[in-house]
């Protein structure tokens, strides 16, 4: 990881309430239940739910839905996807 300070004046749009995408994984990473989240408060909020749906020995990945010019993409904000075994590209 590279930490680096930034001047926050660079960032020229925000969204307050993004969508949010959860996917709950089987343990081997075989099957997967995906889920579209609106209106929530924050990112705390995701995961609280998500904590309380998640089936036992599952795992599951929050990520924010983003649109581009590319089409509908999702941004990672937390958990991995167990049937990925390489590390992040560089």
């Known amino acids: ?3 680096q300070q930034v ?4 960032i020229t749009w925000e969204v307050d309430y993004p ?7 089987r343990p081997d990473g075989s099957a997967s239940d995906e ?8 990112i ?5 739910w998500a904590d309380t ?6 795992t599951y990945q929050v990520f924010i ?15 991995s996807n167990p049937s990925v075994v390489d590390g992040p590209l560089r």
């Open 1 to 3: 990881m590279d930490a």
């Open 7 to 10: 001047d926050p004046r660079d």
């Open 35 to 42: 889920w579209r989240l609106t209106d929530a408060v924050n």
């Open 53 to 58: 749906r998640v089936e036992p020995g599952w």
């Open 19 to 25: 969508t949010y995408r959860v996917t709950f994984w």
């Open 44 to 48: 705390h909020d995701v995961l609280a």
């Open 65 to 79: 839905e983003t649109a581009t010019t590319r089409g509908l993409g999702t941004l990672r904000l937390a958990g």
